[in-house]
């Protein structure tokens, strides 16, 4: 789509006369601006825009502004030069971007895949356009300003059926209308979940990403499969799901992290039995400052075990911890003061509640992979971008084979993780949950570990391609500035590096045959 411009038309030399004291007009892609009342406004500076005033500005324009400035002033837009058509295409929401390498090889035209079906493309069509639509916006705006995600987006998700989707396939989506029927709720499988977490994750807000209800991603598990009372269950479900109210999983502590048996959260049985006594301190919870609930790891003597407690108990504080990504994460410092907590909100079983928190590590370590993977794919298209836009030492950036280089090497790593993505994604779909859990724990595992040092190395070679832009934090390098700054928060988050691929490795040895070969 061409930029909506008014319809008035002049000639170039019309144009040119306007580069007087009192009229700036200048011309980029065949579109008339007049910039004569913007020149104080200008972050770039008055003195730059006088330069090409009465000119031809697009190659000066695309070498330092994100082609969405346009949208963002479309006011300045007086008309177009007679005759001529804009070349610049201006994306609308829900498409797909025609940049090579842009988007998986499922979504591009000449490609082929076997794994999806017409169902997954029509969430696919309907998950970009909400997200382009809804969350992208809110996420630039709050992640700036350090503010939560709204409640108007959040009762949006809800009703859109988008909150429950992010919990993956399962009974809680029978019934429930999806992105307008984009998707019956029966036939949900892993890629129509792979296809959400890919699509939101394109917003490119890295703690917007997590503030947007990630508690709830990992913390409501827990109650959907473990909570034994069903009233509790469906008290708390519903309350989440209408978006009603907030829920976190709380295990890490400032003692233990990816080590979960040394938590020191203790709780304690009351003499009748009928309540636990919570006493300790939680770090990092992510949306732990406004969750009202929290599923917490905590020491029951013989062993581990997961509490839903909630705020409303008394005795729990939280406090923001700042991070190098945005406050909007909510990620929180969390104590527990003789926190008065119901024995039937006990999940699963007393000192057993490692099972309850093994169970939740494959699917969010495959939610965490699906996240990073499409973000390094945004990496490579911005950079793709900016490569054919930026001219320096009278070439463009494209046309130096080192950023070639770089930029074969960014791809081949997005593309490998992508389709290794989709190959595990498979094995989700076909494998009841023991044999996920039996077989998939370790592939996992890997998948995430090698995505996030692949992102690492996709965030050092964009960052060499884009300069000074790659850490400045608004305008053209936005996108590189987040992923290089944030990219380590999927690095150590559900399980560091080091942690996975240890049980990569692990889980490979107890398939070993037992003959020395
Ligand atoms: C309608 C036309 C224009 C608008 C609305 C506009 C708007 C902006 C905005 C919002 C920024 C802040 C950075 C960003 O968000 O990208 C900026 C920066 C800048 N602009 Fe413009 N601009 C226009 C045309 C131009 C032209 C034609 C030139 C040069 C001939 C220019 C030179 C600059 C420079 C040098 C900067 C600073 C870039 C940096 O810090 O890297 N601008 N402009």
């Not at 019309?14 to 011309?27: G, P, Q």
């Not at 997954?120 to 998950?127: C, E, G, P, S, V």
């Not at 400032?254 to 049985?269: E, H, Q, Y």
């Not at 900016?386 to 770089?406: E, S, T």
Request: contains cysteine; charged residues 20%.
């Amino acid at each position: 789509m061409p930029l909506p411009v008014p319809s008035k038309t002049f000639t170039r030399d019309e144009v040119a006369k306007h580069n007087t004291e009192d009229s700036t007009w200048f011309v980029i892609d065949t579109v008339v601006y007049d910039v004569s009342d913007f020149l104080d406004a200008h972050p770039g500076g008055e003195a730059v825009l006088r330069q090409v005033a009465g000119q031809d500005a697009t190659v000066a324009f695309y070498n330092l502004h994100r082609h969405e400035v346009l949208q963002k002033y479309a006011n300045l837009a007086i008309g177009t030069i007679a005759g001529e058509q804009q070349s610049i295409i201006t994306p609308q929401p829900g498409d797909l971007s025609p940049v090579p390498y842009a988007e998986p090889l499922w979504l591009t035209p000449q490609f082929r895949s076997p794994y999806f079906n017409d169902s997954h493309r029509r969430l696919q069509r309907a998950m970009r356009e909400f997200t382009d639509r809804y969350i992208a916006p809110e996420a630039l705006e709050k992640e700036r300003s350090g503010e939560f995600v709204s409640q108007e987006l959040i009762e949006r998700m809800s009703k859109a059926g988008v909150l429950h989707m992010r919990m993956g396939p399962g009974k809680h989506l029978h019934g429930v209308r999806l992105l307008d029927g984009a998707v019956d709720g029966r036939e949900f499988d892993y890629f129509h979940d792979m296809i959400c977490a890919q699509e939101q994750a394109r917003a490119a807000c890295r703690g917007f990403q997590d503030g947007n209800m990630a508690g709830m991603v990992i913390g409501l598990t827990c109650i959907l499969n473990f909570c034994p009372n069903a009233e509790l269950q469906r008290r708390v479900t519903d309350d989440v799901l209408s978006g009603r109210k907030k829920i976190c999983l709380a295990i890490t502590e400032a003692f233990a992290g990816s080590d979960v048996a040394g938590l020191r959260t203790t709780a304690t049985k009351t003499p009748d039995g009928k309540h636990y006594i919570v006493n300790g301190t939680k770090k990092w919870i992510t949306n732990g400052v406004f969750a009202d609930y929290f599923v917490a790891g905590v020491n029951t003597g013989k062993g581990l075990s997961v509490l839903l407690i909630e705020r409303a108990a008394g005795g729990v504080e939280t406090k923001p911890i700042k991070t190098s990504y945005s406050p909007t994460a909510g990620t929180a410092y969390v104590t527990f003061d003789n926190v008065k907590v119901p024995a039937s909100h006990l999940l699963g079983e007393e000192n057993k509640g490692i099972y309850v928190i093994l169970s939740n590590f494959n699917h969010e370590r495959w939610a965490m992979a699906c996240g990073t993977i499409r973000l390094m794919r945004l990496v490579v298209e911005e950079s793709l971008k900016w490569a054919h836009q930026r001219r320096v030492f009278g070439k463009r950036l494209i046309d130096q084979p080192v950023v070639r280089q770089k930029l074969a090497k960014m791809i081949a790593l997005c593309e490998a993780h992508q389709a290794w993505l989709e190959s595990v994604t498979y094995q989700m779909c076909h494998m009841p949950y023991a044999q996920q859990a039996r077989h998939l724990g370790g592939p996992i595992a890997l998948l995430k570990m090698s995505a996030t040092r692949a992102a690492h190395e996709i965030a050092d070679e964009a960052v060499q391609i884009w300069g000074g832009r790659a850490l400045t934090q608004t305008g053209m390098g936005r996108v590189i500035e987040n992923f290089n700054r944030t990219n380590k928060f999927d690095a150590i988050l559900g399980g560091a590096e080091e942690v996975l691929a240890d049980l990569g490795v692990r889980q490979a040895m107890k398939f070993m045959p037992k003959a020395v070969l």
